[in-house]
């Protein structure tokens, strides 16, 4: 969910390249689209759902088609206003994941560094991650499905520069490469990937509690 754009879309493709059945949902239907017309050289298959999951409808469209699908990636981001961004970033995934759990079910949830470390340049999107992750830390204990939190790290993507045009060679692909080896190799816990400032960001910060920084890392 999220895969217009970003690791979402790139996540999606490298699914796809792998032989894999893609259900690629979104907000933006044509570019889910396009991204399904880029990768038919592939062996896998995609099916594009355009879906807003803050739409009740929306919500409802994404839960009957992810039902579906052994493997769910949750990349939906917000850095917008407070309500939208604590809505979109942590109670809408968080009712996605009530609503998707089941046996045999893998959850990858991305969070982000912001969970830990506290950038003043979004105080709205640092406390959505941190909600997000704490839920997730109850909610995994009585869960069916097995559920990942993976911590991506800093990438070039529409999050940070707004829309713009689609190009696939600037689409995050190495670190989608990462976050899906995590999501093979793992069945539950959360992983920082990045850079080693981002590991050691997040490690001090599980040490002694949510620490400053001056800038997005």
């Not at 995609?46 to 992810?66: H, I, K, N, Y």
């Not at 769910?72 to 970033?89: Q, W």
């Not at 999107?125 to 909610?139: F, N, P, R, T, V």
Request: charged residues 25%; positive net charge; glycine residues 10%.
């Amino acid at each position: 969910m999220g895969a217009s754009s970003g690791l979402g879309a790139a996540l999606g493709l490298k699914h796809r390249e792998r032989g894999d059945g893609v259900v690629a949902l979104g907000r933006r239907g044509t570019r889910l689209a396009q991204l399904g017309d880029i990768s038919n050289a592939y062996p896998g298959t995609w099916e594009s759902v355009a879906a807003d999951l803050t739409d009740p409808q929306g919500f409802t469209s994404c839960v009957e088609r992810a039902s579906t699908c052994d493997r769910v990636y949750l990349c939906a981001a917000s850095n917008g206003d407070v309500e939208e961004t604590m809505n979109l970033n942590f109670i809408v995934q968080a009712r996605l994941a009530v609503a998707l759990d089941r046996p045999g079910l893998r959850l990858v949830v991305i969070s982000s560094l912001a969970a830990k470390v506290v950038f003043k340049e979004m105080p709205h999107y640092c406390a959505s991650k941190a909600a997000l992750e704490h839920w997730i830390a109850g909610h995994r204990q009585g869960a069916s499905a097995s559920i990942i939190v993976v911590r991506p790290g800093q990438f070039d993507s529409e999050f940070h520069t707004g829309p713009r045009d689609l190009r696939i060679e600037r689409l995050p692909h190495e670190r989608a490469s990462e976050v899906a080896r995590v999501a093979d190799g793992r069945s539950e816990g959360t992983v920082t990937l990045g850079g080693l400032r981002d590991r050691v960001a997040a490690a001090v910060a599980g040490a002694i509690g949510p620490v400053n920084a001056r800038r997005v890392l």
